[in-house]
T-cell receptor, first 108, second 116 residues
Framework: GQSLEQPSEVTAVEGAIVQINCTYQTSGFYGLSWYQQHDGGAPTFLSY????GLEETGRFSSFLSRSDSYGYLLLQELQMKDSASYFCAFDSSYKLIFGSGTRLLVRP | GAGVSQSPSNKVTEKGKDVELRCDPISGHTALYWYRQSLGQGLEFLIY????????KSGLPSDRFSAERTGESVSTLTIQRTQQEDSAVYLC??????????????FGSGTRLTVV
């Protein structure tokens, strides 16, 4: 079958670094995406990894290991506004399949 | 338009009534997707459109759910004889074309449906 697993909740301190892990199970894997969603808001695209390795976009980085069916999102220099839910997703037959999300709480 | 627009933003309906949810994608985006998000849960795929055709309806939960798209623009998701388990946020997203997963979907803010 197809599935993604993420921790349900992560807590970190402002200014710190946090890593949100995602493991997936699927056939025909093309790439792993990450989205951010604030409470009551629309999911917004953060990053996409098609190849193994690290992709960096400002304070956010995303990593993929295809051989391990594993990826993570790394958030550096955490800010209060980073408190949100983060979803990993893979493409399957022209649509995205999402994980259940990780709720990140940033404390002062 | 500049973004994906969904209406209404909130809808409260009585059990057994029909509801229509509307999505206006970004102009020129040929691919359109509907997802459902229950409270505190992930996004559940419902259906996608390429142009006006729907190659994949596999996520529609039952035959009470249907969707259409006209003029490669507006899409309507219809739920007939609503049930309490249909209560959720219904999200619409669009992308330039089907293959553009790598640059991400643009989501609307959703319609929060409450069936009482």
């Amino acid at each position: 079958g197809q599935s993604l697993e993420q921790p349900s909740e992560v807590t970190a301190v402002e200014g710190a670094i946090v890593q949100i892990n995602c493991t997936y199970q699927t056939s025909g894997f093309y790439g792993l995406s990450w989205y951010q969603q604030h409470d009551g808001g629309a999911p917004t695209f953060l990053s996409y990894n098609a190849l193994d390795g690290l992709e960096e976009t400002g304070r956010f980085s995303s990593f993929l290991s295809r051989s391990d069916s594993y990826g993570y999102l790394l958030l550096q220099e955490l800010q209060m506004k980073d408190s949100a839910s983060y979803f990993c997703a893979f493409d399957s037959s022209y649509k995205l399949i999402f994980g259940s999300g990780t709720r990140l709480l940033v404390r002062p | 338009g500049a973004g994906v627009s969904q209406s209404p933003s909130n809808k409260v309906t009585e059990k057994g009534k029909d509801v229509e949810l509307r999505c206006d994608p970004i102009s020129g985006h040929t691919a359109l997707y509907w997802y459902r998000q229950s409270l505190g849960q992930g996004l559940e795929f419902l259906i996608y459109f390429q142009g006006n055709s729907a190659p994949d309806k596999s996520g529609l939960p039952s035959d009470r759910f249907s969707a259409e798209r006209t003029g490669e623009s507006v899409s309507t998701l219809t739920i007939q004889r609503t049930q309490q388990e249909d209560s959720a946020v219904y999200l619409c997203a669009s992308s330039l074309r089907l293959e553009r997963v790598r640059v991400g979907y643009t989501f609307g803010s959703g319609t929060r449906l409450t069936v009482v």
